[in-house]
């Protein structure tokens, strides 16, 4: 799942739906589905991409209600973070 702040409201946003390829570390696309709405994630596991790079992996813990940013839970040596929707992306991998 791809997930972006931008343009209409929390609940037009975890209603659109569609489907993108990004590329892979291997050079291939994958594809993914996208839904924007940010608290439709918690409990999920994700990954964060910034600047066309993976961030991290990881559960999310929760998420804010106008879609602004969500928190990833901690997990081993990776502290609890706060993942920014105008810094980062965040995908679901869908099946391919």
Same mark, same amino acid.
């Given at each position: 799942m791809v997930l972006s702040?931008?343009?209409g409201t929390p609940e037009q946003k975890s209603?659109?739906?569609q489907k993108v390829k990004i590329p892979n570390m291997f050079g291939r696309e994958? +594809?993914?589905t996208a839904i924007v709405g940010w608290p439709a994630?918690?409990?999920k596991v @994700?990954?964060?991409w910034s600047m066309g790079s993976l961030h991290r992996t990881g559960l999310v813990e929760d998420a804010m209600p106008d879609g602004?940013?969500?928190?990833?839970?901690? +997990?081993g040596s990776m502290p609890r973070q706060y993942i920014?929707?105008?810094e980062f992306e @965040?995908?679901?991998p869908g099946c391919p």
């Open positions: 702040s931008a343009g209603k659109e739906i994958t +594809d993914m994630l918690v409990g @994700v990954e964060v602004s940013g969500l928190w990833i839970a901690a +997990d920014d929707a105008s @965040v995908f679901e």
